[in-house]
């Protein structure tokens, strides 16, 4: 009983103050800048984490022009403001920020998305940048583990190859991309993959091949919205005689293909109708956002906080969420069991477990019950959150304690 009284005060206070913390430091809507406004970060509450590393026009004589390996130092054009313009997509479709990462170096200063030997050739002053760089990246990644448990992030970039249309990077090879879907898919383990994380959660529903050129991926719907992406449905390699990007050291870094729960996305954009004017970049984020929340919501990637509560994540984190339906939880601290009873009967009720780091350690479908109980006598003693959801998106959340 002491151990169940010295965990209900103490969680609490413990995740009160680390929600302060980072609310303070990083406010969404605000703009944080590293030394010299070299590379600047926009947070947010969504799930959807966008950088823009090669979009830089800034030249400072005092960080010396990158000649270390023979370095790419193409300038990939308007792909800074592309970024922001992913922002204000977000903002109008979910009513919440993206969180945004640029660097405003030019590439002959500085490469963010390369290692930081090759990335900064030693310079001290680039180097900070180059920190400062992944450093905004690693709060945001961090934020939204804390927040959703997993998340996407895109990389921004610009291609001046010959075929017009966006090349879509997810660290799959050229020439594994000429494989046969039964190819790719049945050695799905042995390349290269920055979605890991979304094919291992729909180990039944999804292959490799789906998610990057099946009819629900993201290039296929690009495609069908009038930008031409390879791979896709319509488009589904890139011809072995023909350049093409499949991804860089941010993807990696990112992504899922060494483990975790961001899945990584490179975009490669052609220029003419997709960055080269403010009317087309506007009109691209709107696209790409409107196909990544359908993606997103097709593989169910952050239910049952689905992004239309993304204010209510940021704002309720220690209390009880929106409550659209009544939530009752008892008892709490929970010791062997916990009941739930629902305001009204509700059909198809998810119910998702999540632990401090945001992990989710248990989930289950409640059907239309009113009233259920929970064994939890497997659950690790601590403090967690229970996320209800159901069709309609109505959410609701408790904070509960399980002491053993
Ligand atoms: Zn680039």
């Given at each position: 009983m002491f151990k169940c009284l010295f965990l209900f005060f103490i969680c609490p206070v413990l995740f009160l103050n680390g929600f302060l913390l980072s609310a303070q430091s990083f406010l969404p809507g605000q703009t944080y800048y590293g030394a010299n406004q070299y590379i600047e970060y926009h947070p947010g509450t969504l799930p959807i984490i966008f950088s823009a590393p090669h979009g830089?026009?800034?030249?400072?004589?005092?960080i010396a022009d990158r000649t270390c390996n023979s370095p790419t130092v193409v300038t990939d054009s308007n792909t800074s403001d592309l970024a922001m313009q992913m922002d204000s997509a977000c903002l109008k479709a979910f009513g919440c920020h993206a969180h945004i990462?640029?660097?405003?170096?030019?590439?002959?200063?500085?490469?963010?998305?390369?290692?930081?030997?090759n990335g900064t050739c030693g310079d001290p002053n680039a180097t900070q940048a180059w920190n400062e760089f992944h450093s905004y990246v690693d709060t945001a990644v961090q934020e939204v583990l804390k927040k959703?448990?997993?998340?996407?992030?895109?990389d921004l970039h610009g291609q001046g190859h010959p075929i017009q249309r966006?090349?879509?990077?997810?660290?799959?090879?050229?020439?594994?991309?000429?494989?046969?879907?039964?190819?790719?898919?049945?050695?799905?383990?042995?390349?290269?993959?920055?979605m890991r994380h979304l094919l291992?959660?729909?180990?039944?529903?999804?292959?490799?091949?789906?998610?990057?050129?099946g009819p629900s991926s993201i290039g296929t719907a690009l495609a069908a919205?009038?930008?031409?992406?390879?791979?896709?449905?319509?488009?589904?390699?890139?011809?072995?005689?023909?350049?093409?990007?499949?991804?860089?050291?941010?993807?990696?870094?990112?992504?899922s293909d060494n483990g975790g729960t961001i899945d990584g996305l490179q975009i490669e954009s052609n220029f003419t109708g997709v960055r080269d004017t403010p009317g087309n970049r506007k009109k691209f984020a709107d696209t790409l956002i409107s196909v990544l929340h359908t993606f997103l919501d097709t593989y169910d990637q952050f239910s049952p906080l689905n992004l239309g509560t993304c204010n209510s994540v940021l704002t309720d984190a220690a209390g009880p969420a929106k409550a659209?339906?009544?939530?009752?939880?008892?008892?709490?601290?929970?010791c062997g069991s916990v009941s739930l009873r629902f305001s009204s009967r509700q059909q198809h009720l998810q119910i998702r477990c999540i632990d401090m780091t945001g992990q989710c350690?248990?989930?289950?479908?409640?059907?239309?019950?009113?009233?259920?109980?929970?064994?939890?006598?497997?659950?690790?003693?601590?403090?967690?959150?229970?996320?209800?959801?159901?069709?309609?998106?109505?959410?609701?959340?408790?904070?509960?304690?399980?002491?053993?």
């Amino acid at each position: 009983m002491f151990k169940c009284l010295f965990l209900f005060f103490i969680c609490p206070v413990l995740f009160l103050n680390g929600f302060l913390l980072s609310a303070q430091s990083f406010l969404p809507g605000q703009t944080y800048y590293g030394a010299n406004q070299y590379i600047e970060y926009h947070p947010g509450t969504l799930p959807i984490i966008f950088s823009a590393p090669h979009g830089g026009l800034v030249t400072p004589s005092n960080i010396a022009d990158r000649t270390c390996n023979s370095p790419t130092v193409v300038t990939d054009s308007n792909t800074s403001d592309l970024a922001m313009q992913m922002d204000s997509a977000c903002l109008k479709a979910f009513g919440c920020h993206a969180h945004i990462i640029i660097c405003n170096l030019k590439r002959t200063k500085l490469d963010c998305n390369r290692d930081v030997v090759n990335g900064t050739c030693g310079d001290p002053n680039a180097t900070q940048a180059w920190n400062e760089f992944h450093s905004y990246v690693d709060t945001a990644v961090q934020e939204v583990l804390k927040k959703y448990g997993g998340g996407i992030y895109i990389d921004l970039h610009g291609q001046g190859h010959p075929i017009q249309r966006l090349e879509l990077g997810y660290l799959i090879t050229q020439t594994d991309l000429n494989r046969t879907d039964n190819s790719l898919d049945t050695s799905a383990n042995d390349s290269t993959f920055s979605m890991r994380h979304l094919l291992a959660a729909h180990p039944s529903a999804l292959t490799l091949s789906k998610i990057i050129r099946g009819p629900s991926s993201i290039g296929t719907a690009l495609a069908a919205r009038g930008y031409p992406s390879v791979p896709s449905q319509q488009d589904p390699f890139p011809a072995m005689a023909d350049p093409y990007f499949d991804g860089g050291y941010n993807t990696n870094r990112y992504g899922s293909d060494n483990g975790g729960t961001i899945d990584g996305l490179q975009i490669e954009s052609n220029f003419t109708g997709v960055r080269d004017t403010p009317g087309n970049r506007k009109k691209f984020a709107d696209t790409l956002i409107s196909v990544l929340h359908t993606f997103l919501d097709t593989y169910d990637q952050f239910s049952p906080l689905n992004l239309g509560t993304c204010n209510s994540v940021l704002t309720d984190a220690a209390g009880p969420a929106k409550a659209d339906v009544e939530l009752t939880l008892f008892p709490n601290p929970v010791c062997g069991s916990v009941s739930l009873r629902f305001s009204s009967r509700q059909q198809h009720l998810q119910i998702r477990c999540i632990d401090m780091t945001g992990q989710c350690v248990f989930e289950l479908n409640a059907g239309d019950q009113s009233e259920l109980t929970i064994p939890l006598q497997e659950l690790a003693s601590g403090c967690y959150f229970l996320n209800l959801q159901s069709e309609a998106g109505l959410f609701n959340r408790k904070f509960f304690i399980t002491p053993h």
